[in-house]
Nanobody, 117 residues
């Protein structure tokens, strides 16, 4: 079992910044990939950022240049730095972890991000 606890969500005005944290109960060195997804009301969950065990990152175009994912192996924590936030970034943000050696992945409980115009 892997437990993921997100924090750092909140309300911010457009153009502002937030940093989300995701702390894992298991060493993130044992994770093939970790990532952040988001889900807005009435919409499907979508991928926001991923980071591999080797530190390679990827982003969809709609956050590229604004969001940065990073990891601190010593703290078993993955971060999502979000800059230049837009109202359309409003959503519940979820942390995801995919361990090595299993097809199962794990999700956190989510943290709300609200961006006002």
């Amino acid at each position: 079992q892997v437990q993921l606890v997100e924090s750092g969500g909140g309300s911010v005005q457009a153009g502002g910044s937030l940093r989300l944290s995701c702390e894992s109960s298991r060493s993130i060195g044992s994770m093939r990939t970790m990532g952040w997804h988001r889900q807005a009301p009435g919409k499907q969950r979508e991928l926001v950022a991923t980071i591999t065990v080797n530190g390679a990152t990827s982003y969809p175009d709609f956050v590229k240049g604004r969001f940065t994912i990073s990891r601190d192996n010593a703290k078993n924590t993955v971060y999502l730095q979000m800059n230049s936030l837009k109202p359309e970034d409003t959503a519940v943000y979820y942390c995801n972890a995919a361990p090595w050696g299993t097809v199962r992945d794990y999700w956190g409980q989510g943290t709300q991000v609200t961006v006002s115009s």
